[in-house]
């Protein structure tokens, strides 16, 4: 289907051929079977009718209309599934922070059983900020990705401060005489 055979040779009118590609722009979103998921139909519809608007205001020579409609249409369910993604990742995210930095001041994950764990708890409080609290979420069973998006850290740098974090472990307890 091309915009020829939709409005003719007139193509002066964008908004009357967006209009005319509504039903086929529902029947794409309708293959993704949008009621299972938190994304309103509607905003997608209206979303790609803005993005069909603006290519045809443009002057984008579009060839075959049903093919670009179909990728405006997955284009914006992608966005929105991006979109619900990052903003469900970014609650959670804040949740653990939020929980981060209320304990880890006060309390370590390492409960110590014995006088060895208690100097290796105190060897691990006197580490900086930072590289304390990429060891202690290790210890809690984060991995290196989720400190460093919960920090707000590159991953390298989260690998960074977590592995000169167990060398000044290492070089604190050493210089004790023990081997952690």
Known sequence: MTIHNIVGDRTDDSGALVEKCEG?????????????????????????????????????????????????VDSVVLDELKKIRRDESYLRSEGIREF???????????????????????????????RRIALD??????????????NRWTKKKTYALYERGLKDLRNIVCAEGRRP
């Open 24 to 72: 086929l722009i529902l029947s794409f979103i309708g293959k993704y079977g949008l009621s299972r998921h938190p994304i309103e139909a509607d905003d997608i519809l209206q979303e790609a009718k803005i993005r069909l608007w603006k290519a045809l205001e443009n002057g984008n020579d579009i060839r075959h209309l049903a093919a670009y409609i179909k990728k405006i």
């Open 137 to 150: 979420m290790t210890i809690s069973g984060f991995s290196i990705q989720e400190i460093a998006d919960i």
């Open 100 to 130: 981060v930095e209320t304990h880890l001041d006060r309390e370590s994950p390492i409960v110590p059983r014995s006088g060895r764990e208690e100097k290796i708890l105190a060897a691990i409080m006197t580490l900086k900020r930072s």
